[in-house]
């Protein structure tokens, strides 16, 4: 299938087995987008991506399934000047002054140096226009997404901005996460969905093609690597990610899973390809997780988080050949948890996590890219024990990371209660008991209306 390309083992849009962008898992060409007519009275968002719009007032379901704001007629939406940056206490940005710098060149970030004549160059640059919007969203991803991601500041602002200058998908990436932070940042400001959905889609269209080329330059090892994780981020950030246009937002159809297991795979098979001189070779060998094991393995639980959460007598189901058959990737995904109830347990216990807590956001961030295609399976099934595996997980994310990391903020909510709502709607089972522990422990309790209220989160010493 040389078709494929050598990353022919990832494909952004198939929810199941890891195959080739062009093929499907028994080697047959995937069919093509359904042809749309043009939507003459669609919303400004899904003309800003380009897809059908059904015209369904006030919310159209691409935007509803997508959590983005929906807007019809030709005016521009009036931008509101106040911003909610209640999780980050910092100052409204300044741009003007701050593009107006009289620094020397050399002292002044890369946002702030783009200049006329540099503007000019776009096209030949191969990156989108600079308009004023884009300078917007390259100045908050430099002075402050950057901050809140993988790796630091620094490497995003003098190895990875200017490789976005040369490749367009890795720009579009970089205006999509920033945009995110911005939207999460000051949610009143509506501008910022739609610059999501104008990004995302060119960033996502122009990764998948990389990987589906027959022969990836190494020179662009980083690229496709810098833009995986962005992409990765912008996963995490909303409450359901799905990476085709289907109208659904549902346990069973959120994408997060898969998406990250294709991310890693493609990261692995760079790193085997042994690419030299690479940004992130430093980062391949995966240091902080390491430090992380080491620490959870010094220390000792004070609650008995397998017994209490996970533990049932009921045995994994595996055929005479030891395939598995049911229950499987529940217990694998159990396992890779208790590092994660080890940070979770210190916190609780008042303990000082500030060294080591970029490992775990780092080690939590990337737990679903280890998801064995049977805990996908399970979840798409609605299992009780994967569900149950998968509360846990989202609720120990609610609680270590919604305060330090904004990319966890809604996914860890709204998944709680999402799952806790499903469960209930199962009937009595072996696992109540331990659904009482999950929800007793982590302060979640039942609402008038029959759902869910997530209560507060720990509050941590610096927030993100």
């Given at each position: 299938?040389?078709?494929?390309?050598?990353f022919g083992v990832?494909?952004?849009l198939?929810?199941?087995?890891?195959?080739?962008p062009?093929?499907?898992?028994?080697?047959?060409?995937?069919?093509?987008?359904?042809?749309?007519a043009k939507?003459?009275q669609?919303?400004?968002?899904?003309k800003?991506?380009k897809?059908?719009?059904?015209?369904?007032?006030p919310?159209?379901?691409k935007?509803?399934?997508?959590?983005?704001?929906c807007e019809?007629?030709s005016?521009?939406v009036?931008?509101e000047?106040?911003?909610?940056l209640?999780h980050?206490?910092?100052?409204?940005?300044?741009y003007?002054?701050?593009?107006c710098?009289?620094?020397e060149?050399q002292t002044?970030p890369?946002?702030?140096v783009?200049s006329?004549?540099?503007?000019?160059?776009t096209q030949?640059?191969g990156?989108?226009?600079?308009?004023f919007?884009?300078?917007?969203l390259?100045?908050?991803?430099?002075?402050?997404?950057s901050e809140?991601?993988l790796?630091d500041?620094t490497?995003?602002e003098?190895?990875?901005?200017p490789?976005a200058?040369?490749?367009?998908?890795l720009?579009h990436?970089?205006m999509t996460?920033?945009?995110?932070?911005l939207?999460?940042?000051q949610?009143?400001?509506?501008d910022?969905n739609?610059?999501?959905a104008?990004h995302?889609?060119s960033?996502?269209s122009?990764f998948?093609?990389?990987?589906?080329s027959?022969?990836?330059p190494q020179?662009?090892?980083?690229?496709?690597?810098?833009?995986?994780?962005?992409?990765l981020?912008?996963?995490?950030?909303v409450?359901?990610?799905?990476?085709s246009d289907e109208d659904?937002?549902s346990i069973?159809?959120?994408?997060l899973?898969w998406f990250a297991?294709?991310?890693k795979?493609?990261i692995?098979?760079i790193?085997?390809m042994?690419?030299?001189d690479?940004m992130f070779?430093?980062?391949?060998?995966?240091?902080p997780?390491?430090?992380?094991y080491?620490?959870?393995e010094?220390t000792?639980f004070s609650?008995?988080?397998?017994?209490?959460?996970?533990?049932q007598?009921q045995?994994?189901?595996?055929?005479p050949s030891?395939?598995?058959?049911?229950g499987?990737?529940?217990?694998n995904?159990?396992?890779?948890?208790?590092?994660v109830?080890?940070?979770?347990?210190?916190?609780?216990?008042?303990e000082?996590?500030?060294?080591?807590?970029p490992?775990?956001?780092?080690y939590m961030?990337?737990?679903?890219?280890?998801a064995?295609?049977?805990f996908?399976?399970?979840i798409?099934?609605?299992?009780?024990?994967?569900l149950?595996?998968?509360?846990s997980?989202?609720?120990?994310?609610w609680?270590?990371?919604?305060q330090?990391?904004?990319?966890?903020?809604?996914?860890?909510k709204?998944?709680?209660?999402?799952?806790l709502?499903r469960?209930d709607?199962?009937?009595?089972?072996?696992?109540d008991e331990?659904i009482?522990n999950?929800t007793?422990?982590f302060?979640?309790?039942?609402?008038?209306d029959?759902g869910?209220?997530?209560?507060?989160?720990?509050k941590?010493?610096e927030?993100?």
């Amino acid at each position: 299938m040389a078709s494929s390309g050598e990353f022919g083992v990832f494909s952004l849009l198939s929810g199941h087995d890891p195959a080739g962008p062009g093929v499907d898992n028994r080697g047959r060409a995937i069919r093509q987008r359904r042809f749309h007519a043009k939507s003459r009275q669609g919303c400004i968002t899904c003309k800003a991506r380009k897809v059908k719009c059904d015209e369904r007032r006030p919310t159209c379901l691409k935007c509803s399934k997508r959590g983005l704001t929906c807007e019809f007629g030709s005016s521009a939406v009036e931008r509101e000047a106040s911003a909610s940056l209640d999780h980050h206490g910092q100052e409204p940005l300044g741009y003007e002054s701050d593009l107006c710098s009289n620094d020397e060149p050399q002292t002044q970030p890369l946002s702030s140096v783009i200049s006329r004549r540099s503007l000019s160059r776009t096209q030949e640059l191969g990156t989108p226009g600079f308009d004023f919007e884009s300078l917007q969203l390259m100045y908050h991803f430099e002075h402050f997404t950057s901050e809140t991601l993988l790796f630091d500041k620094t490497f995003w602002e003098k190895h990875i901005l200017p490789l976005a200058l040369q490749h367009e998908y890795l720009m579009h990436g970089i205006m999509t996460i920033s945009a995110s932070h911005l939207l999460y940042v000051q949610p009143r400001v509506r501008d910022h969905n739609k610059a999501i959905a104008l990004h995302l889609d060119s960033a996502l269209s122009g990764f998948r093609a990389s990987l589906s080329s027959l022969y990836l330059p190494q020179a662009q090892y980083d690229v496709v690597i810098a833009c995986g994780f962005i992409l990765l981020y912008y996963a995490w950030s909303v409450p359901f990610f799905n990476g085709s246009d289907e109208d659904s937002t549902s346990i069973e159809s959120d994408g997060l899973l898969w998406f990250a297991a294709g991310i890693k795979t493609v990261i692995v098979t760079i790193y085997q390809m042994k690419p030299q001189d690479s940004m992130f070779q430093t980062y391949f060998e995966a240091q902080p997780v390491k430090s992380f094991y080491k620490w959870s393995e010094q220390t000792r639980f004070s609650y008995d988080f397998g017994q209490k959460f996970l533990d049932q007598p009921q045995a994994p189901v595996k055929h005479p050949s030891l395939a598995c058959i049911a229950g499987c990737g529940s217990v694998n995904a159990a396992e890779r948890l208790g590092p994660v109830f080890h940070a979770l347990d210190a916190t609780r216990q008042g303990e000082d996590l500030s060294e080591i807590m970029p490992a775990v956001m780092t080690y939590m961030l990337m737990w679903p890219s280890k998801a064995m295609q049977d805990f996908q399976e399970e979840i798409k099934r609605g299992d009780q024990r994967a569900l149950v595996t998968m509360l846990s997980f989202y609720a120990s994310s609610w609680t270590l990371l919604s305060q330090r990391a904004w990319w966890a903020y809604h996914r860890s909510k709204v998944m709680c209660t999402e799952i806790l709502k499903r469960l209930d709607t199962r009937g009595p089972s072996c696992w109540d008991e331990n659904i009482q522990n999950i929800t007793e422990y982590f302060n979640f309790s039942g609402n008038m209306d029959g759902g869910w209220g997530i209560g507060d989160s720990i509050k941590t010493i610096e927030q993100v």
